[in-house]
């Protein structure tokens, strides 16, 4: 597992949670894995109760299956669940794009554009994590000028099943697809064309279906 560094006043269960969730999206925590909550606990130098809570808020949308009085397991991927996230993103991200239109301003633009430019960078390189997360935080960014930052929290968490099967997708195929999508709906935006930008959305989040046979195969230990 990958120790993530703990922010200042993030409490043991705020930082559990967030280094578990982001070693199932990376897959340091793989499909089909079994962990202990005393073995998670003595690596984050925690207790093991903000662990335990962890697990438990976790399992609330189905990405850790807790089994009281023994380890604990990570689900393989289940494509009913996949979809299921990849629906709420589709209808909140693409209403998103639509308030984008009207709300960016020349600053929000400049942000967009910037974090456009690392994800070319990145690709050219092709640095997968550092991809992940510049695509996370493109899309952080949108909501953010749409001032719908609540929503975005809130979605993160049955976001983890869409968004393991992108994790693969970004390690196993340099797609320079993604990154010009998010330069065109940064280019809608900027026209104030909101059916250019939802069009756009809903392209950028469908094309994990095109990888599907293929990730099923190379990786089929990860599957159900």
């Known amino acids: 597992m990958r120790l993530l560094e703990r922010l200042p006043r993030e409490s043991g269960g705020e930082y559990a949670l967030r280094t578990i969730k982001e070693n199932i999206i990376n897959l340091e925590l793989p499909p089909g ?37 023994k380890k604990s397991s990570i689900p393989l991927i289940d494509y009913d669940m996949v979809e299921e996230s990849r629906f709420m993103r589709d209808l909140l991200e693409c209403a998103v794009v639509e308030l984008d239109c009207e709300m960016a301003g020349p600053a929000d633009l400049e942000r967009l554009d910037e974090n456009v430019r690392l994800q070319s960078l990145y690709m050219d390189d092709f640095y997968s994590g550092r991809l992940m997360t510049l695509d996370d935080q493109f899309h952080e960014l949108l909501f953010d000028i749409a001032k719908k930052s609540q929503i975005f929290a809130l979605i993160r968490n049955i976001s983890i099943h869409f968004d393991r099967v992108r994790t693969l997708a970004l390690s196993s195929v340099k797609n320079t697809k993604i990154v010009q999508d998010h330069a065109d709906i940064v280019d809608a935006i900027r026209r104030k064309d909101p059916k250019a930008a939802r069009a756009l959305m809903e392209t950028h989040l469908d094309r994990y279906d095109i990888d599907a046979a293929a990730l099923r195969t190379a990786y089929p230990q990860y599957f159900r």
């Open 33 to 69: 894995s079994q962990i202990s909550e005393n073995e998670l606990a003595a690596e984050m130098g925690l207790s093991r109760t903000p662990v335990r809570e962890a697990l438990i808020e976790l399992s609330k949308v189905k990405i850790v299956d807790v089994q009281p009085q």
